[in-house]
């Protein structure tokens, strides 16, 4: 538990100190700051891991040492290590990425993305509903003023995102004070031994489903998604779709396959899947539809979410633990992936000097390595072996194909991978055009395209990897 | 019906009624009203709910003040957003019809 | 119903027609204004629902410090043109739909008595043999190192909470603080002073605010045995500050010093490097020895206070040459 503390504290301390050191620190040290302290947190996070795949059982924190239900609780387990080191992973990746690619970044990038490091690492840990709800507005503040890092014209967009953003917090909140009004507890833990399928119950844990789906962009609540995610500087960008909208889903998780009482996760199951598999496609006949790259890959997560969204709803319904592992080899694979999405996405445009879809034309010839990390990333979010995403993928179908009653759902995560794989391809397809190519405006900046490739190949290696992390969350499903 | 029932009530009412008030109005700082009056109809459930045993429950208090400095830093925060982002509307606007100064304009 | 719940029924009543009058005023200005009288009507209500410090911080906050910040937003943005846009006859009728789940909540709260009490226990449904939470704090209070429950719970079993929400704050003066560039200088100056401020209003804040200085003082110190507390005592300070400030008494603060950006850090670094020291050298992450509880608790109260007070005073009215650097 130790070392998970401190994979938690130092991002925070690491946010206090830049914010304290103000305009003296120049942006590249204090960059160099921020990459330093998450890559210690991500040690801490390691050895945390590594402590957790030894002992494989849950170490519950009380905070201050006071007895059961009076205080906070952390929690550690197999999960909430692994999401630990995730995101310490995803920070030191595109912080480099931001300090050392000629797009960069300013100086306020960096104490804000140490907030939120320390405010997600805060969030994997937490087992109290209102601990979580503080994390998540945490979260949701972070998020807003990184987008606002944009400039002018993401004010707007920013705007919005903060007051739908703050809408579903107070949506969770209130969940959150019945739930106590009801049980008079807020420990997840104790509430999983107490509730009852009443009417308030029911009532509560629908509103704080609908502010979670919300804050997590889950259809049809994902309205809001693709123009914030659009609009924010690109490292931002990568940073909210591969870690930000995660943090609501880990809590919806929690609260279904935990607090509810097990008859009515089995009743509101189905739903969240069905919903999931219309996120799929609706989403991805967004991205096909989009002209702009970015909001493209905006929109695939919007359809990629719809995977987990689906493994959760199935989850739920059959009590499934194999589930539990798709769920998060999903949220993992998708993470890196989509960080090279939009790290690549955001070099493309810089270099070629257009947003369209349609200037990409000769990318292949212009900007190699952007485009094969495109690519390659893209390959992961199809699920082509031996990807991350193929293995999640795969973990999720053998439940569904072993059962012919449950081919239904089969073909629906056959029909996600089409689509995803028509809008991937539209875009290689349209990099392939080397009749018309669009000229770079500026010579590539290849340190920046290559550091783009990285987490594409991190997530291909994740197969390397995979029965490892099937079996530690697998014993972390119980 | 207790006063405590009563107040529940209300802070339901006045949660449901602002997210109405919410979804009928386009004006940013409308909205931001809208959102400050469901946190306090929740506030207000939360604190009709401290008062059913005497003394009040502290747990419920002490909610209550977090999420009083949440509420306020985010409006904090939200309001300076919908001012720049109209600010920088306007002064694109008035770079478009290629005139002037726009603190004359924005002055009440 | 009684008679004892006739000013309840007519606070309720008043609080809704507030409410109503917020969301669906002609004019964004008579929006606000109904919005500040409505925070005023909840903190009434807060107080008589035993929690008069809360309505305290409610009052300075609420209906305060958020009135002064939509109205300084409010003097900054051109004029309203939502109001002409209108949505369409189905939409506005969901206030029906709205009518009728209020009411099935109502029946539900008042038939079920899941949310009602039985005697001092919270609530019937929870097993006899486990003790309420509030029986919990009550129990615990001897080890806590304070005497008042609110703030045992915010700075002892839930500081973690604590910790977290002064982080909030920080990050909220953060991104603010970023979007300076965007706005500006003169017109934030405008928004932030009153134009020739009256001489009447000028001594009303001199009398205030050391009244409010001093309300905020005598929280914190009590805060430890009594109601008040570290948030509520800044939250006064800070709407001292804003008084001073919008009268023009009190000169601006450069972000570049040093001190100032201290003044905002050092209530989350303090609360940190303690429940980093628990976790290095003592018992474990923000598990105060119990002989030092009360002095560590009151050592984090008042930086607390100092960080709260500062980081909301400069929410609501730093300029752009005090944030910028």
């Known amino acids: ?478 | 019906m207790s006063a405590m029932q009563l107040y529940t009530i209300v802070g339901a009412a006045i949660f449901l009624l602002a997210l109405h008030g919410l979804l009928m109005t386009t004006d940013s700082i409308r909205r931001l009203i809208a959102v400050n009056l469901m946190g306090a109809g929740t506030f207000l459930i939360m604190i009709a709910l401290a008062a059913r045993i005497s003394p009040p429950d502290p747990v419920l208090h002490a909610l209550v003040v977090t999420g009083l400095v949440v509420a306020i830093s985010a409006t904090a925060l939200a309001l300076r957003l919908i001012t720049s982002a109209a600010i920088a509307q306007h002064s694109q606007d008035s770079e478009n019809k290629g005139d002037g100064d726009l603190s004359e304009d924005v002055k009440p | 119903m009684t008679f004892e719940l006739m000013p309840d029924i007519i606070l309720s009543t008043l609080l809704l027609l507030m409410a109503w009058g917020a969301l669906y005023a002609p004019t964004r200005h008579d929006a606000m204004a109904l919005f500040v009288a409505f925070g005023l009507v909840v903190a009434l209500i807060w107080a008589r629902l035993g929690a008069p410090d809360l309505a305290l911080a409610e009052a300075a906050i609420g209906a305060g410090l958020t009135g002064v910040l939509l109205l300084q937003a409010a003097r900054l943005l051109p004029a309203e043109s939502a109001s002409t846009e209108h949505r369409p006859l189905w939409f506005r009728s969901s206030l029906l739909f709205l009518l009728v789940t209020t009411a099935m909540f109502a029946s539900m709260i008042l038939n079920n008595n899941s949310l009602q009490l039985a005697g001092s226990g919270i609530s019937a449904n929870v097993t006899a043999d486990s003790a309420s939470l509030p029986e919990m704090v009550a129990a615990a209070m001897g080890d806590s190192g304070v005497g008042h429950p609110v703030t045992a719970v915010l700075l002892n079993f839930r500081a973690w909470d604590t910790l977290l929400e002064l982080l909030v704050l920080l990050l909220a003066l953060t991104g603010v603080r970023q979007l300076y560039p965007g706005v500006n200088r003169n017109q934030q100056a405008v928004a932030n002073t009153i134009e020739q401020t009256w001489p009447l209003l000028l001594a009303w804040a001199r009398f205030l605010a050391p009244l409010l200085v001093l309300t905020g003082g005598y929280l914190l110190w009590r805060g430890a045995d009594g109601a008040g507390g570290a948030f509520q005592a800044g939250a006064m300070l800070a709407a001292a500050a804003v008084i001073l400030r919008l009268t023009g008494l009190l000169p601006g603060l450069s972000w570049s010093s040093l001190l100032l950006r201290l003044a905002v850090n050092i209530g989350a670094l303090v609360f940190l490097s303690v429940a980093l020291a628990t976790l290095m050298f003592g018992d474990g992450w923000l598990v105060y020895p119990v002989q030092w509880a009360g002095a560590l608790i009151v050592a984090i109260e008042v930086f607390a206070t100092l960080s709260i007070a500062v980081t909301l005073s400069l929410l609501v009215v730093g300029e752009p040459e005090e944030l910028s650097a």
């Open chain 1, 1 to 478: 538990m130790t070392y998970a503390l401190v994979s938690l504290s130092v991002p925070l301390f690491c946010a206090l100190l830049l914010t304290l050191a103000g305009p003296k620190l120049d942006s590249r040290h204090a960059g160099q700051i921020a990459i330093v302290c998450s890559a210690l947190s991500l040690v801490a996070a390691w050895f945390a891991l590594m402590q957790m795949a030894e002992l494989n059982q849950t170490i519950l924190l009380e905070l201050g040492g006071w007895e059961s239900g009076l205080a906070i609780r952390l929690r550690l387990n197999p999960l909430s290590s692994l999401l630990l080191l995730f995101t310490a992973f995803m920070h030191v990746l595109i912080g480099v990425y931001a300090a050392f690619s000629r797009q960069g970044v300013s100086r306020d990038f960096w104490p804000l993305s140490s907030f939120l490091h320390g405010s997600l690492a805060a969030l994997w840990l937490s087992a109290d509903l209102f601990n979580l709800y503080i994390t998540l507005e945490l979260l949701g503040l972070t998020a807003v003023a990184m987008v606002a890092l944009a400039g002018k014209k993401a004010y707007k967009p920013a705007a919005n995102y903060l007051i739908l953003s703050l809408v579903a917090s107070l949506f969770y909140l209130l969940g959150v004070a019945l739930i106590y009004g009801r049980y008079g507890s807020l420990d997840v833990v104790l509430l999983s031994l107490q509730t009852q399928s009443d009417l308030l119950t029911r009532i509560a844990l629908l509103i704080m489903t609908a502010g979670l789906m919300l804050k997590a962009a889950l259809w049809p609540l994902h309205l809001w998604l693709p123009a914030a995610h659009a609009n924010a500087p690109t490292a931002v960008s990568a940073l909210l779709s591969g870690l930000v909208v995660k943090g609501p889903l880990f809590i919806l998780f929690l609260l279904w396959s935990e607090v509810a009482p097990v008859d009515l996760a089995q009743q509101i199951g189905p739903v969240l899947a069905i919903a999931g598999m219309i996120a799929l496609v609706a989403g991805g006949l967004s991205a096909m539809r989009s002209p702009y790259i970015k909001t493209l890959v905006a929109y695939s997560t919007v359809a990629q979410l719809g995977y987990a969204m689906m493994a959760l709803g199935l989850l739920l319904t059959w009590q499934l633990p194999q589930m539990h592992v798709a769920l998060w080899l999903f949220v993992i694979a998708h993470g890196l992936a989509k960080a090279t999405l939009f790290l690549a996405a955001g070099e493309m445009q810089a270099t070629l000097g257009t947003k369209r879809i349609s200037g990409l034309r000769g990318a292949t010839q212009t900007v190699p390595v952007a485009m094969f990390a495109f690519a390659v990333a893209g390959g992961s979010l199809i699920g082509l072996p031996p990807s991350g995403g193929f293995l999640a993928k795969w973990v999720l179908l053998q439940p569904l194909l072993s059962e012919p009653q449950n081919w239904p759902w089969a073909f629906g995560v056959l029909l996600g991978t089409l689509v995803s794989a028509a809008y991937i391809f539209r875009v290689v397809a349209i990099s392939f055009d080397r009749a018309r190519i669009n000229p770079p405006d500026i010579r590539p900046d290849r340190v920046g395209h290559w550091l783009a490739l990285l987490p594409a190949l991190m997530v291909w290696g994740m197969a390397l990897t995979g029965d490892w992390l099937i079996q530690l969350l697998a014993g972390s499903s119980v």
